[in-house]
């Protein structure tokens, strides 16, 4: 058996790859008879070697090799990987055909171009499956689109569900990263024992929930609705957030955003700015460089100074028995009523 297993979502391709080695019996020996190889270390008479290895009180033996196709990728001017190894590699065309049977040869690699020339040469003789994310829907996701039914078959898993609006919001946090997807959902399964997971369920569990609303708290602040911002700060501090966190993760935002700012003034694409900007969440990255869109490099450095005068005014203690929270009730009022 011959299988290529390819592409960006790495958590599918492992889970296939698990299920290749579960099919093949005992998990023990499955082990002792799996031998897993690096392509840029290893060469053809290697491979073909350890294919032909008779295994060990099993039926099966499992060969792994990675990253061996991506060698052979188109970059920018280079044509390809060096030109010996072409032709050297070829003979692995040849061999699969008289592979002994006991043999189960897996490739698996990361994103790569239909162009690829091996992957071209050895794809006719191999089970090949791409594996590609999901997609999120610009206006997010709900039923019948591909991250909801995968999170909903994930919940299924481990006995529980999930509402559409709960995927959403866990959509937002954490975008289409299945392994944190998985990992939270499984949480959030064993919290509700069997019943659906809501929203409320994902904002009391999942670490990135508080942020999500601090940049709430900042759209309503820039946006200048005051209810609405006080609202959001009061529901922050109700969930056990002190002031001087708070006030750090909105300085941290706004401190971002005037960074993004000054990026945006150089044509930097966005994810540029993201790899500045240290964001690795495309759901903070986009909403960091909305906000610097909107809004004058003169209103956004005015708030930031009025953010360092509320940290030097809690630190300092200006207002006797306050532990912050007055604090950033005044300057939530005084941010909105500022001219934009």
């Known amino acids: ?28 020996m499955v082990a002792t008879n799996t031998t897993a190889l690096q392509g840029q270390n290893t060469t053809p008479e290697q491979v073909i070697a350890t294919c032909d290895t008779v295994p060990f009180l099993a039926t099966k033996r499992l060969v792994i090799v990675e990253g061996l196709l991506g060698l052979f990728e188109q970059r920018d001017k280079v044509k390809r990987a060096p030109k010996h190894k072409d032709s050297s590699w070829l003979s692995l065309k040849g061999y699969v055909d008289g592979m002994p049977e006991s043999t189960v040869l897996v490739l698996i690699d990361g994103k790569l171009k239909k162009s690829n020339p091996l992957l071209k040469e050895l794809a006719p003789q191999a089970t090949v499956k791409e594996f590609k994310p999901p997609f999120i829907p610009p206006k997010g996701i709900g039923k019948g689109d591909q991250l909801y039914n995968w999170m909903q078959t994930r919940a299924d898993k ?37 019943r659906t997971i ?13 942020e999500f609303t601090v940049f709430a708290m900042i759209d309503a602040i820039l946006e200048q609705r005051s209810a609405a911002a006080t609202k959001l700060l009061h529901r922050l501090e109700d969930g056990g957030a002190a002031p001087p966190y708070l006030l750090f993760m909105i300085t941290r935002q706004f401190r971002l955003v005037i960074q993004a700012k000054h990026l945006l003034s150089q044509r930097r694409r966005t994810a540029e ?29 005015n708030i930031y100074r009025n953010l360092l005068d509320t940290d030097i005014s809690i630190k300092t203690g ?15 009022g005084e941010l909105c009523a500022e001219p934009s």
């Open 1 to 28: 058996m011959f299988y290529i297993l390819f592409g960006e979502d790495d958590f599918s391709l492992k889970e296939a790859l698990t299920k290749i080695k579960e099919g093949l019996g005992d998990e023990a």
């Open 318 to 332: 200006r207002f006797k028995g306050d532990k912050g929270e007055l604090a950033l009730d005044l300057l939530i």
């Open 273 to 301: 700015i993201g790899h500045s900007l240290g964001l690795a969440s495309e759901y903070a990255l986009q909403k960091t460089v909305a906000q610097a869109k909107a809004h004058s490099m003169k209103r956004l450095e």
């Open 198 to 210: 809501e929203e409320n369920d994902v904002e009391l569990l999942v670490a990135e929930a508080r």
């Open 158 to 194: 481990s006995g529980g569900s999930i509402s559409p609006a709960a995927a959403r919001l866990l959509a937002n946090l954490i975008g289409s990263n299945l392994w944190l997807l998985s990992s939270e959902i499984d949480k959030l399964c064993l919290y509700t024992l069997g």
